[in-house]
């Protein structure tokens, strides 16, 4: 099967052209795991204290991988510290949703933002057998990073899933929004994570085998990518396929009634509006949050159909970041709209 | 400049490739700290207690990032825990060597092999200002990472120097050769690290900018795979040009004297065995450890100009490793080829 765009044979709709990539992807390994999680998170949601439905978000977080081949050693990453999605599940949490926080392996977790890259080794000076000491310049972020990320989980507030390549975080994200249905307009989809534009696809990918030592030297082609990568003969060229546009499908058939934030990075501010605004209509977002990548710390530009809003952080506050104001922004317009759906 | 492989103005000779290879990479930003830091560490060593210089070994560990666009949002990466060389650098420390780990950021330190995936939060259970409470399933090693791996560094045993790239891994690995050289002899390369064998020449990567959304199709070539690195228009070519052996260099030039280890991973034993003893005669080193990637756990093969010897762990105990036998193994023939040049 051809997965390419721009192909004699490839499939004409993103809902065919996303059946086919599933198709083609290895079996998510703990699928029944994650549904039950799943099942359990949205029912204890959709029977809180009060006796509504609570408002449940997904927040997606960190990069995902492309493996170039299927006993993976080599693939092309996206680089995100997953910062905002960290600092933004805090902010939703403070708001009183629940949220589901699908992140990459390793990357920032929910009020761990402040702890130094390796906290074990930097944070703490000394330990018996059940006390470890904390440096005191560190104590307070410590404190906050066990305490309330442990709270967050127990309490049945924070789900976290984690995944590494594009094809878990596609496979989860269905699992996610297929779940959240059941919440109709309470469901919301923040979709911070740096995804993937381009892959290989598993099925013309070989294992890591001697195929990768003694192939000859041809035209870049799918699978033959991975054959050619060996040291020994000049360079190497590879050729990916797009990966399918998942923000149609989720907007029209896994959770059509979700509330959808989507995310824009360039370096142009121009170009960058024009793209966030073209993703608004293409995929029927709600919302797209356009971040200049110099900038994106400070501020941000929120594009929805009426209007272009700049949000910044607070600059007054040493401590005071732009996730703060754009989660405020984004609840209240969540609220708009559930409301003007309920009148 | 051209720094190809096989084409028309590629430099002729090791050396001169990678002249420029590292005249076309973007400067190490904290070269001059590096340099201090690795002058008092060889300075400590050479003057030891007993009057004698120490032995000196750099563990490098971890897989290196090429990126592919100058702001560096997407690069391609070699998958490695960091397991080898952090569990190596422990047995290196306790048959007396001093360790300069050059390690990849994020992954697997010094006796932190046991920890979970997040120790900070899946460790410890409760804290206040300046104890944290540590679950007991987890007390001995965390125990363990926090006493041993500072004690190592603070006694001036263990020197930590970080990477990311395939640029900032060679430049630093540069850098300590040249300074090992006033150990002669008593100085080692463990070279466990995954280095990629191709990368795209940062002279001819664009900023991640306006380029990168309006470029035409066009045949693969350097550069050019940047500027087509956008979502719109079907598949993605990519040419990555070969990174320069620099085994050759480190044994010629840089550190001439120092005893030289370096690893290769394959699937296939026999094709593995082959390409072993081509890099041990291609680049003169002294061991070349081969790798299968089904049983690098259980098993490796050491090859040196007159054998090939099995390193297996004692399967009769739980937790023993292959990293164990394996540095006795080689701590001996450094020993042998220190004597053996004495006499």
């Not at 000076?125 to 307070?140: G, H, I, L, R």
């Amino acid at each position: 099967m051809d997965l390419m765009n721009g192909t004699d044979h490839a499939p004409e709709t993103p809902t065919l052209k996303i059946k086919a990539f599933f198709e083609s992807t290895p079996p998510l390994k703990d699928a029944a795991e994650i549904e039950t999680k799943l099942k359990e998170f949205v029912n204890r949601n959709l029977l809180s204290e009060n006796g509504k439905a609570n408002r449940v978000v997904c927040v997606t977080s960190g990069g995902t991988t492309v493996p170039l081949e299927k006993r993976c050693v080599r693939y092309i990453d996206n680089f995100s510290s997953g910062h905002r999605g960290s600092a933004s599940t805090e902010y939703f949490l403070k708001a009183g949703y629940s949220v589901i926080f699908l992140y990459r392996r390793g990357t920032c977790q929910p009020f761990c933002r402040s702890l130094p890259e390796d906290p074990l080794l930097e944070c703490f000076t000394s330990t018996d057998d059940s006390n470890s000491q904390v440096d005191p310049s560190y104590a307070e972020v410590v404190k906050r990073a066990i305490t309330e990320n442990r709270s967050a989980v127990s309490r049945g507030f924070l789900l976290k899933l984690p995944f590494t390549t594009i094809f878990e975080y596609l496979q989860i994200l269905q699992l996610i929004a297929v779940s959240l249905r059941s919440l109709g307009l309470s469901a919301m989809f923040y979709l911070a994570a740096a995804v993937s534009d381009f892959y290989v696809p598993w099925e013309s990918m070989n294992d890591r085998n001697t195929t990768m030592t003694s192939a000859p030297k041809s035209q870049a082609s799918y699978g033959r990518t991975i054959h050619k990568i060996q040291s020994g003969s000049g360079p190497l060229d590879m050729r990916l396929a797009q990966v399918p546009k998942m923000l149609y499908v989720l907007r029209n058939e896994w959770a059509p009634l979700a509330f959808c934030i989507s995310f824009k990075l360039e370096t142009d501010t121009d170009i960058l509006l024009g793209k966030a605004d073209m993703a608004l209509k293409k995929y029927k977002m709600h919302m797209v949050v356009a971040n200049e990548l110099s900038t994106r710390k400070e501020e941000v530009i929120v594009v929805t159909e009426q209007e272009k809003i700049t949000v910044r952080r607070d600059t007054t506050q040493l401590m005071a970041d732009v996730e703060d104001p754009l989660i405020n922004l984004v609840v209240d317009r969540h609220s708009a709209y559930i409301n003007h759906s309920d009148a």
